[in-house]
């Protein structure tokens, strides 16, 4: 689809920030993958920090280090402050503001209507933590986006504008990798098996219910590899617990890893054991997808349409049981049972979730609104 403007319109991105925010990857790979014959890219982040900053900032987008939402407090100075980010809005002559941020925040999209520019935004989380704010940012909305099918029908049935758009991911950079036994400071021995969760160590990740489900496998060749930041209150938890109760030996914490692939090709399964009713749609899981991985996960929204075509591998929420039952059968598959299942899995996220696709959806929903 070609524009009919002589020259590409300006698209922000905007997002808090690419160090603590779950979409950075995401808004990376947009950023990266849209077509700058069309459009020119802008993304604008509260800060500089963080590892993933630097890939972000060697791309060929203009990145401005600036706030785009603002405290509501206090009131007697809001006004002045949302005016101000109008003025970086029309400054810039941006054509349409997309936003990743998380939160409902309704600053952002008033100072974009002061500036008389089309702004939407992408609903990530299934929480409504605050309905009356999130009403004001969506009626504020010339548009939104969703990632699962669960989400329109749970807060958006009064709203015509809003479409269903998953999220993709590079499946080239994700590709199917044979399983090793070693990295870094990790050996596995020839018949261990291996699971995997890579995971924001939170109390609604689940993870002391993998770490149940350890306890009812209970051999010790399954081994449980566990990516991601550790040092918080409940990552704590977590790693006290598997001392505790003497899983050390068979469950290892890696800490925070920027780039997830080689631990991936360490496992034979992956599990995401979230123990809420609701997920956005988490993208580790799908990592493990494309990266040619059998992946269990909890029957829960966000989770189940990621896994819509591979039904027996999902299971209850808060049940370490079942876990280990479908581990086991893994475990018990055949050497080509299980290779045809892992391609099926790589097969499904490029498919559905590849980011050529992600992106195309996008371009065509910016250039709907900026000819409109």
């Known amino acids: 689809m070609k524009s009919n403007r002589n020259k590409p319109a300006r698209i922000l991105l905007t997002i808090p920030n690419f160090d603590s925010a779950g979409s950075g990857k995401v808004v990376y790979d947009l950023a990266k993958q849209i077509d700058k014959e069309l459009f020119e890219v802008h993304i604008a982040c509260s800060n500089d920090k963080g590892p993933f900053f630097k890939l ?17 407090r206090p009131y007697i100075s809001l006004p002045s402050k949302i005016f101000k980010i109008a003025g970086f809005f029309k400054k810039n002559h941006f054509d349409l503001i997309h ?21 939407i935004y992408t609903k990530k989380a299934m929480s409504w933590g605050s309905p009356r ?50 990295y870094k400071e990790i ?3 020839q018949n261990d098996f291996v699971i995997i969760s890579v995971v924001n160590l939170i109390k609604s990740k689940g993870l002391e219910v993998l770490v149940d489900a350890m306890k009812f496998i209970n051999e010790p060749t399954v081994k449980l590899l566990v990516v991601g930041d550790y040092s918080s209150e409940y990552g704590q938890h977590i790693f006290n617990k598997v001392k505790s109760e003497n899983l050390d030996s068979r469950i290892i914490f890696t800490g925070k890893v920027l780039d997830v692939r080689s631990y991936i090709a360490l496992a034979d399964v992956f599990v ?21 991985r059998i992946v269990i996960g909890t029957d829960t929204s966000g989770i189940n349409f990621i896994l819509d075509d591979f ?11 079942a876990i280990a039952e479908k581990i086991l059968m893994v475990k018990s598959m055949t050497p080509d049972k299980k290779n045809e299942l892992q391609w099926n899995y790589r097969r499904k996220a490029i498919d559905a979730f590849a980011v050529e696709t992600f992106a195309t959806n996008y371009q065509k929903l910016y250039q709907e609104l900026i000819n409109a």
């Not at 039904?311 to 049981?321: G, Q, T």
């Open 133 to 182: 704010n999130w009403k004001i940012r969506s009626r504020l909305a010339s548009f939104i986006t969703t990632i699962n099918p669960d989400m329109r029908k749970l807060y958006f049935n009064k709203f015509n504008n809003i479409r269903m758009l998953p999220l993709g991911l590079d499946t080239n950079y994700y590709s199917f990798q044979p399983k090793t036994f070693q």
């Open 272 to 292: 995401t054991p979230t123990n809420v009713n609701w997920e956005g749609m988490p993208m580790a899981p799908v990592e493990a997808m494309a990266s040619g």
């Open 187 to 189: 050996t596995f021995q």
């Open 311 to 321: 039904k027996d591998f999902l299971i209850p929420p808060n049940n370490p049981a």
């Open 99 to 119: 936003s990743w941020h998380w939160s409902s925040d309704w600053t952002e999209p008033l100072a974009a209507k002061i500036a008389g520019i089309k702004w």
């Open 56 to 72: 972000v900032s060697a791309l060929d987008v203009t990145i401005h280090i600036t706030n785009t939402t603002c405290s509501y």
